[in-house]
Structures are given as structure tokens and as C-alpha cells.
């Protein structure tokens, strides 16, 4: 049995871009920042290692990532591991390696910071594009109400 599993509590780094594919799928990425801290034994002193997570949202939890996160939003998030690559213009092969979400908790609480808590799930995580696009920037919506949100 083999597993593939990725799970992270962090804030995001940059305001998700979001896009759609040439076949209307929808694809949202961002970058979630992760902070290892330690105490050092030697100066007793407090360390700390950021970690920075690619993360690549589909369909309607790309939407959901789009319109309700913002820089700054703390989340919990889910998904599975994907390296892709590719040749640069000049011929080198480049890796990135991403978390492709699946499940998404918005952690901030309502007033606190740039989202609000709530659940998002995505119901077809498996999808991939693979056009290499530049993603566009979301579009203007009119404003919802936390109230409205139907997770």
C-alpha cells in the first residue's frame, strides 16, 4: 500500500492566482508558509526555519482559494505531493514540486485577518491541465457575506 499524503498549517505567503484552463477547468495557486521552532541547546536560545509550500488548487476549491484567501490568511490544508518538470527556454530541466489540495480549512477567525473560518473540499482533485499557462488574476465579485457561505 502506498500513500501520499501532505498536511499543513500555515499562512499564505502571496494572494492565490487564479485561472482557467483552455478546457474551463478552474486552477488556483498560492504559497503557504510553514515555521519549524526550536529551542537551541547550546545558547538556549529560540530558533525558527520557514518552509515555503507551492500549493495548486482545482475546480470549485480553486474558487473557493481565490475568492476567500488573501495574503497573511492562516490555513490548514490537504492534499498529495506532485513534482512536475519541464525545459526552460535555454534547455535545462526545472522541478517544482507542489501540495495539490484536496481540502481546505480557513483557520482565521472573523474580524482577525484577511479570511474567515470555514471548510472547503474539492470534488475532483485528481484533474490536471498540464498547459503551463501563466495564471490570471481573479475577477472582480461582488462582496459575500460571511453568512452566505454555505460551509
Known amino acids: 500500500m502506498d500513500l501520499n499524503k ?23 495557486s498560492f504559497s503557504i508558509a510553514t ?3 526550536w529551542r537551541d541547546k ?15 488548487a482545482w475546480a470549485r476549491l480553486a474558487e473557493t482559494c481565490s475568492q476567500y484567501l ?3 490568511s492562516r490555513v490548514y490544508l490537504e492534499g498529495r505531493l506532485q513534482t512536475r518538470s ?4 535555454t ?4 522541478y517544482r514540486t507542489e501540495i495539490v489540495a484536496d481540502n481546505m480549512i480557513m483557520l482565521d477567525r472573523k474580524g ?4 474567515t473560518g470555514g471548510i472547503a473540499k474539492n470534488p475532483a482533485p485528481d484533474s490536471d491541465s498540464g498547459d503551463g499557462a ?10 459575500i457575506q460571511v453568512e452566505d457561505i454555505p460551509f
Not at 112 to 115: F, H, I, Y
Open 134 to 143: 501563466q495564471p490570471e488574476p481573479p475577477k472582480e465579485e461582488e462582496e
Open 6 to 28: 501532505a498536511m499543513i498549517i500555515g499562512n499564505v505567503t502571496r494572494d492565490p492566482e487564479s485561472r482557467n484552463t483552455p478546457s474551463g477547468q478552474t486552477v488556483c
Open 35 to 37: 515555521n519549524r521552532k
Open 42 to 56: 547550546q545558547t538556549n536560545e529560540l530558533q525558527s526555519q520557514p518552509e515555503f509550500h507551492n500549493i495548486v
Open 86 to 89: 519541464w525545459e526552460d527556454q
Open 91 to 94: 534547455g535545462v530541466k526545472k
Open 70 to 72: 488573501k495574503k497573511g
Open 112 to 115: 482577525d485577518a484577511p479570511a
